[in-house]
């Protein structure tokens, strides 16, 4: 591949890998509970619980961070994303003990859905007015990306 487009994709793919072996973790924390306790206990239900959690939202992470770094911002988009493993895992742990210990990670992660998806959009809606009008905001969407990605580390 050409080295200018790797370049505009490198954070990208490397979040992903990051969440790729975040999977792998959860998966051998899960067949661990289960092997060491058994499938009667509670705390391999918690542990099941919290993974399958994180795998349905999986998909829609991947789609928002890949969609929000290619169409809008490479770098604030991969931020967040590295922003969202981080509180994934923290969800997950928290899950382990009491379920109320999941919830900041919950909220936390739902908050850097949210900003990803209105990168996503805002690239989008930038993209089609580009090339039905010829207008282009990109400059000023990826400017207020930038500026905003800092204020996601205010809890």
């Known amino acids: 591949m050409d080295v200018e487009v790797l ?3 490198i954070f990208l793919g490397a979040v ?3 969440s790729a072996l975040q999977n ?3 998966a051998y924390t899960v067949q661990n509970e ?3 306790r058994g499938s009667a206990n509670t705390a391999f239900d918690r542990v099941n619980v919290a993974n399958h ?3 349905d ?6 789609a928002l961070l890949w ?4 169409f809008c911002s490479q770098a604030p988009a991969a931020f967040a994303g590295l922003l969202y493993l981080v509180v994934r895992h923290k969800y997950f742990v928290g899950y382990l003990g009491e379920r109320s210990q999941s919830l900041p990670g919950f909220f936390f992660g739902k908050r850097l859905m949210a900003f990803l998806f209105i990168m996503a959009t805002a690239g989008i809606i930038n993209y089609a007015t580009n090339y039905f009008c010829g207008i282009n905001f990109l400059y000023y969407i990826q400017t207020a990306t930038k500026a905003s990605a800092a204020l996601l580390l205010i809890p």
């Open 7 to 9: 370049d505009k994709v």
């Open 34 to 36: 289960s092997l060491l």
């Open 67 to 70: 969609t929000a770094g290619l």
């Open 16 to 18: 992903t890998v990051l």
């Open 53 to 55: 959690n994180c795998i």
């Open 57 to 62: 939202v999986y998909p829609t992470f991947l």
């Open 24 to 26: 792998v973790f959860f």
